[in-house]
């Protein structure tokens, strides 16, 4: 505290303690704090660090043989699986064609009602009809549902309560998917 004082009294030594405080809170400041590496936009390619780009150089200069016994060493020491390789030509489409009619064709049992829109002019009635048919659901509850369009309204049902969910909200000016 008395070194203070006697610092601001004398206004020479006060400037000279400022430009060194000043000089060492830069030095510190920029020391403890990393260099932010600011993203790339989508769609572009970002800075490389110097490691990065070295490899890369590298690896375009390899000729084919020594790609595919970079790529040998590099599935064994980190244990990657063979990929799995494509056919070229028309003989895949033609078995997963096969595949697909050999298989039972599947029936949905379960449907998901979706609330997708609604007519501004019938939103009070929406409310009151989502309402009714949500029991556990008070009136502000039903505001905020049917103000989050789009929103699903009842999941993994049957098609009939699905048609009949449709029907009640199509009625109020709603529009429904049923997926």
């Known amino acids: 505290m008395n070194t203070l004082r006697s610092i601001v009294q004398n206004k020479v030594s006060f400037r000279q303690f400022h430009s060194c405080f000043r000089y060492c809170q830069g030095e510190v400041a920029t020391a403890a704090i990393p260099k932010l590496i600011i993203p790339a936009p989508e769609g572009t390619d970002g800075p490389l660090s110097p490691k990065i780009e070295k490899l890369v150089q590298d690896i375009t200069a390899l000729n084919l043989i020594e790609v595919a016994q970079l790529s040998d060493v590099l599935k064994k020491r980190l244990n990657l699986p063979d990929a799995p390789v494509m056919a070229f030509g028309s003989a895949a489409p033609k078995a997963q064609e096969e595949e697909e009619a050999a298989s039972p064709q599947r029936v ?7 609330l997708v829109k609604f007519d501004e002019k019938q939103k009070v009635a929406l409310i009151k009809e989502i309402k ?4 556990n659901m008070n009136l502000v509850q039903a505001k905020k ?4 369009v789009p ?7 049957s098609k009939e309560e699905a048609e009949k969910l449709k029907e009640a909200i199509t009625k109020v000016g709603g529009e429904i998917e049923i997926a």
Do not use: Y
């Open 108 to 114: 949905q049992t379960s449907f998901t009602v979706k």
């Open 132 to 135: 009714t048919l949500m029991p």
């Open 151 to 157: 929103t699903i309204v009842k999941a993994d049902i």
């Open 145 to 148: 549902f049917v103000e989050s």
